[in-house]
């Protein structure tokens, strides 16, 4: 499969608290991983953005999308 | 500060691809992280996640805040 | 109204699973529908997407806005 | 592949738009689809909504992730 | 019409950028305005949030979505 | 701290709803506040979008992230 999205992060599950209808999911990600960001051109210019510099990556959970084999 | 989200994952710019309006920014990331995604409980189920299954972590690009310090 | 999305389908509501602070709705689309997406231009170089390829449209609930007319 | 996702649906490729960075990617739905939608349980009492009643499904095109078999 | 969404913002249109598949919209927001999130319990335990806390509510632009009246 | 974010509005707390696993945040916005929108420019030529417009804002919950001064 391929999918429609730049980042792909292999992770392995920790943790599963299930609620009434939604549950959250923790996960450890061990192997290293690319990521990658699209915002507007206006937002690099902002954070002053250049190769080489050290940024935090905030993605809220319901953006992450777990995909498991069948 | 703190952010209201369960993913802050540290990442090294490798690269900017500039456009009109959106930009492509590329992060590598080696630190181990770790990871949350919130799903239906139903999707739980669906997927029979359990604690120790590998998954992949797919998240669009467009959803990745990088937050750099002033 | 016009609203400044790409994806306006027609649905009719199945069920309600009311939860605490979220809640699960499901609808049926029979009308045949058009939908959009907007990807990385890599993405669909990647995919190798082409006119007359049939894929699975991803879309987590959360994303899913529904209207209704008051 | 099982997805954390409510929303799977099938489409062909219609026609595809490149951009400098982001691409528009258009699909036709030709197969009955199912969707759901996760609100605040306060949007559903707000909206009154109803086993029967016909919404419009509003979906922003960044959030339609296309996956596609290799 | 009504909508599920927790927030509807009444703003005027105050710059237009357009780009070949993107554009990027700025408003002005005048009204005073009540503004909603959803976030996990755990977040709101980590951030020890409380009635009167002042906080920034940081929200990317491509989750904004206009609705105009036709 | 610099975000990649257009939107960056400050909100006091109004009300905390806590759920087992979301939980809603209310906010009051009384500073006059600028908001920008991402959108395709298809959409803003359908919406026949131009300076001076009066629109509503339409944001679902789980797209606002609240930051708070640690």
Do not use: C, W
């Not at 290293?32 to 507007?40: E, G, L, N």
């Amino acid at each position: 499969m391929k999918y429609g999205a730049r980042n792909n992060i292999v992770g392995t599950v920790k943790s599963i608290q299930r609620g009434d209808i939604m549950s959250l999911v923790k996960f450890e990600v061990t192997v290293p991983a690319k990521m990658a960001s699209v915002i507007t051109t206006e937002s690099v210019d902002d954070l002053k953005l250049k190769v080489g510099d050290t940024v935090q990556l905030v993605v809220k959970a319901v953006h992450v999308l777990p995909v498991k084999e069948a």
